[in-house]
Nanobody, 124 residues
Framework: QVQLVESGGGLVQAGGSLRLSCAAS????????MGWYRQAPGKQRELVAA?????????NYANSVKGRFTISRDNAKNTVYLEMSSLKPEDTAVYYC????????????????WGQGTQVTVSS
């Protein structure tokens, strides 16, 4: 089984910085990608940043966070980070860690795993 545990959320003023962490445990060797999503009240969950695990560590960012957020991974700690800087009130949301798992037991099966979410609030 897979478990993702986020930490690092909180309240910060506009222009400030935060670092989110996502500690993974379980069938980590099956991961093909990890990322961060966010969901603001009344809005759909959206991709913030993602990193390929099997594709050389390539990354992808939402246009709204490019140049301000950085996703990274510490393999030794099985942890993915989201460094957020120059935060804006519109970054306020619950941030979720995501891991995509691909297993081959006769046929390929892809599964998305989610953390419980961590609240980020940016005050103006």
């Amino acid at each position: 089984q897979v478990q993702l545990v986020e930490s690092g959320g909180g309240l910060v003023q506009a222009g400030g910085s935060l670092r989110l962490s996502c500690a993974a445990s379980g069938s980590i060797s099956t991961f093909v990608a990890m990322g961060w999503y966010r969901q603001a009240p009344g809005k759909q969950r959206e991709l913030v940043a993602a990193m390929s695990i099997t594709g050389g560590g390539s990354t992808n960012y939402a246009n709204s966070v490019k140049g301000r957020f950085t996703i990274s991974r510490d393999n030794a700690k099985n942890t993915v980070y989201l460094e957020m800087s120059s935060l804006k009130p519109e970054d306020t949301a619950v941030y979720y860690c995501n891991a995509g798992s691909l297993r081959n037991s006769g046929s390929y099966r892809y599964t998305d795993y989610w953390g419980q979410g961590t609240q980020v609030t940016v005050s103006s």
